[in-house]
Nanobody
């Protein structure tokens, strides 16, 4: 059974930084892409960033480009999201997700089959 656990969320002032981490356990021998999504109250879940199995390819949403960076450590089965210059509009529950082995990289929720429980990020103005 694959399990994803996010950590690192919290309350930060506008302009501050947070680093989210996602630990993957279970059947992790296959290659897979990883992604981060977020969902604010009353809004749909939206794509934030994704990274390919090797880490050689990354994609970020336009709203976070230049501020957020996704990375992964395959030896530790973890993926990180470094978030800088945070703004109140970044407030949301952040979820990490793991794709099936056939997906190289994905920017929509349908490209992922396993999800974490989410971690709250709150940015105060």
């Amino acid at each position: 059974q694959v399990r994803l656990v996010e950590s690192g969320g919290g309350l930060v002032q506008a302009g501050g930084s947070l680093r989210l981490s996602c630990a993957v356990s279970g059947r992790t021998l296959s290659t897979y892409a990883m992604g981060w999504f977020r969902q604010a109250p009353g809004k749909e879940r939206e794509f934030v960033a994704a990274i390919s199995w090797s880490g050689g390819r990354t994609v970020e949403a336009d709203s976070v480009k230049g501020r957020f960076t996704i990375s992964r450590d395959n030896a530790k089965d973890t993926v990180q999201l470094q978030m800088n210059s945070l703004q109140p509009e970044d407030t949301a529950v952040y979820y990490c997700a793991r794709s099936p082995p056939t997906i190289i990289i994905a920017t929509t929720p349908t490209g992922y089959e396993y999800w974490g429980q989410g971690t709250q990020v709150t940015v105060s103005s």
